[in-house]
């Protein structure tokens, strides 16, 4: 692994408890999902924030699945923050 990849995962595993093979295996189960579809959103959505340990209200999950299903996620950090906080 380049010192890239595992500078990323120290940093993921530092801020979110989350080991690195627990994102290669998500990364894998979704390599070939269909986004569009509201129930892969929804699994994924609820496996991070199981993975993750952070609970997702409704409000979040349905903010964020309409997001990725309608194919409009944020461009840039700040914007990508702000959804994930409200």
């Not at 496996?47 to 409009?72: C, H, M, R, W, Y």
Request: aromatic share 4%; hydrophobic share 35%.
């Amino acid at each position: 692994m380049s010192d890239f990849k595992q500078n990323m995962f120290d940093q993921i595993q530092k801020k979110s408890n989350v080991q690195p093979d627990q994102i290669m295996k998500v990364a894998q189960s979704v390599q070939n999902a269909d986004f569009s579809d509201e129930k892969t959103v929804r699994k994924l959505v609820k496996q991070l924030a199981s993975l993750s340990g952070k609970p997702v209200s409704k409000q979040k999950e349905d903010k964020i699945v309409k997001a990725i299903t309608n194919n409009n996620m944020p461009k840039d950090m700040n914007s990508l923050t702000k959804l994930f906080k409200n």
